[in-house]
């Protein structure tokens, strides 16, 4: 009786709390960008395994593939929006961007600036237009009555979205950081406590290096302000009339979630505001009964004692990488005939096979976290797209790190600073013994392995665990939509009273007043008592 009594109300608080805090959440998930995609799918997931009524409204800017099955829980309502022109969309070629792999254009952070912005937010423009335009699904959206809408901030379509039917947004980001976004946050700028690429950081750092920051941050800043720009004009035009300003609108929200975590990121100083969520992707329960091998797989692993695992990724293509690049890591595979390769390449290719050493294996898709799992499994050659960092970490994994674009460089230096990993430019693949020589030290050297080990015992005994993080502050921001108090206002002042230069410059414009005078006083003293003692001599 007692205990059956005990049941009921416990029961019943269950109901009851679980009916307070469910909210209904509408998350913005555009196709485009596989990596976006897949943060955005987990993350529903993860809201929704809290309890909340979570819903994905899926707008189409290309006819990305291989996306069913992302979202893995069922109470997620998906809403797939395909635009007039998808029939189009779909006869277009997926886009693998082989230009990404030896172009030394894109690394230049001026055209960078002037490029980019154009054909990433043209790419946003229809689509975003019809759904912007489409008075049938904003009212069907608006009739669900969201608590509050989420919205990445790369492609900002949901933000004004969230505007149009008036509902708190709150924004996030796939990627460690996002600087125009996170410093209407009150995040301080990042120079100096992250390199830009082509710089080395304190101690090290010189003038040289301080320089080229400088210039990359100022082109970088304008490369992001362009294309949120460009954005903004383009939904301006598709709703008719003047639009709140994309700053505006996106520095309501109480927080701001980002993919960093703090003990695998720089060191940055940052505000209240800055949710940082990178691990939440990572399921550690998982991780400790990792998927096992197939029969195949069993095999390869036990062909040699040491196998490499080479892959770069779901955008960029091995089969598209130069010849001169291939000629480099074929280079290797023949300086290694004690090392088994298992190579993703994405295309069946019997002559190219045939031109391989046996120690070789080419595979269109690899299980990668059940062989980053595997003890046997010594090195992992990857792209460092951040799911990639983010599972070898959790790995406790040495790795080859070659960023190919976008912030894999970042991801790159990012882990490499914890002494497991190593950052290798993408032009050096040509050069086959230097690489042989890296991959090689990495498996006789136990210090990458051990830092590696390192590495991943803290990340799982960090003392904030990043999906609690995630929810306790989502929660707190859909009950507190607009509370500002623990942002800051300064760095939305211009750089002189920022970094109180006017306060500085009155300073030393009064120090230098009063040392001319000191100085001519006491020239003047001295040529008194000169002219005093030559009249006395
Ligand atoms: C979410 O809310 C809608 C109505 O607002 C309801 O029909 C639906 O069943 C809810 N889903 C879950 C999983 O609770
Ligand atoms: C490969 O292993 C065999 C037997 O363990 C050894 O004799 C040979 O020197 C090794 N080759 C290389 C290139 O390390």
């Given at each position: 009786m007692h205990v059956n009594s005990l049941l009921v109300l416990l029961i019943f608080l269950c109901v009851f709390t679980k009916q307070i805090y469910t909210s209904k959440i509408l998350i913005f998930n555009p196709i485009f960008g596989f990596s976006h995609v897949k943060f955005i799918s987990k993350l529903a997931d993860i809201i929704a395994d809290h309890g909340h009524n979570v819903t994905l409204f899926q707008p189409y800017h290309n006819a990305m593939k291989?996306?069913?099955?992302?979202?893995?829980?069922?109470?997620i309502k998906i809403l797939n929006y395909y635009p007039d022109h998808f029939e189009e969309l779909k006869k277009e070629e997926t886009q693998t961007f082989p230009i990404f792999w030896d172009s030394k254009l894109m690394n230049i952070p001026v055209l960078g600036a002037f490029v980019m912005p154009k054909v990433l937010g043209s790419a946003f423009q229809k689509t975003a237009t019809q759904v912007l335009k489409d008075q049938t699904v904003l009212n069907e959206l608006k009739n669900e009555k969201f608590d509050v809408m989420m919205a990445e901030t790369f492609e900002i379509t949901g933000i004004y979205l969230a505007h149009l039917l008036d509902i708190p947004c709150i924004p996030f980001m796939s990627?460690?950081?996002y600087p125009i976004f996170s410093q209407l946050f009150g995040?301080?700028?990042i120079l100096g406590y992250v390199p830009h690429i082509g710089s080395q950081m304190?101690?090290?750092?010189g003038f040289y290096d301080r320089l080229n920051d400088v210039y990359r941050q100022f082109f970088m800043s304008i490369t992001q302000e362009r294309l949120n720009e460009f954005q903004n004009n383009v939904i301006e035009e598709a709703i008719g009339r003047p639009v709140p300003y994309w700053k505006d609108l996106v520095k309501q929200s109480p927080i701001y979630i980002t993919n960093s975590n703090p003990y695998l990121d720089y060191a940055v100083p940052s505000t209240a505001t800055i949710v940082h969520a990178g691990g939440i992707t990572m399921d550690l329960e998982k991780k400790k009964k990792p998927q096992k091998l197939t029969e195949e797989y069993e095999q390869i692993l036990t062909e040699r004692e040491s196998t490499v695992l080479i892959s770069f990724g779901s955008v960029i293509r091995s089969y598209e990488m130069p010849e001169t690049f291939k000629a480099g890591i074929i280079q290797m595979f023949e300086n290694l005939p004690n090392v088994t390769f298992i190579w993703k390449y994405e295309k069946d290719d019997v002559e190219f096979e045939k031109t391989l050493p046996k120690n070789v294996h080419l595979k269109k898709w690899v299980p990668q976290p059940a062989l980053l799992a595997d003890?046997?499994?010594?090195?992992f050659v990857t792209h460092g797209g951040l799911g990639s960092i983010m599972e070898l970490a959790y790995a406790g994994k040495p790795a080859i790190v070659v960023p190919i674009f976008g912030d894999q460089p970042h991801n790159a230096v990012m882990l490499e600073r914890h002494g497991g990993a190593v950052a290798y430019d993408k032009f050096e693949l040509q050069d086959g013994e230097k690489l042989t020589k890296v991959i090689n030290d990495m498996m006789s050297n136990q210090r990458y392995n051990e830092n590696a080990k390192v590495l991943l015992e803290v990340l799982h005994n960090q003392p904030i665990d990043p999906k609690m993080n995630l929810m306790k502050h989502l929660e707190f921001a859909i009950k507190?939509?607009?509370?500002?108090?623990?942002?800051?206002?300064?760095?939305?002042?211009g750089i002189i009273s920022h970094y109180y230069l006017d306060a500085i410059a009155f300073l030393v414009a009064i120090f230098g007043v009063f040392a001319y005078i000191f100085v001519r006083l006491i020239q003047r003293l001295s040529a008194v008592f000169l002219v005093k003692k030559t009249k006395n001599d």
């Open positions: 291989n996306i069913d099955g992302l979202v893995k829980n069922e109470n990627a460690v950081r995040q301080p700028s304190a101690p090290e750092a003890k046997r499994l010594k090195v507190f939509p607009n509370h500002r108090s623990q942002v800051p206002s300064i760095n939305e002042e």
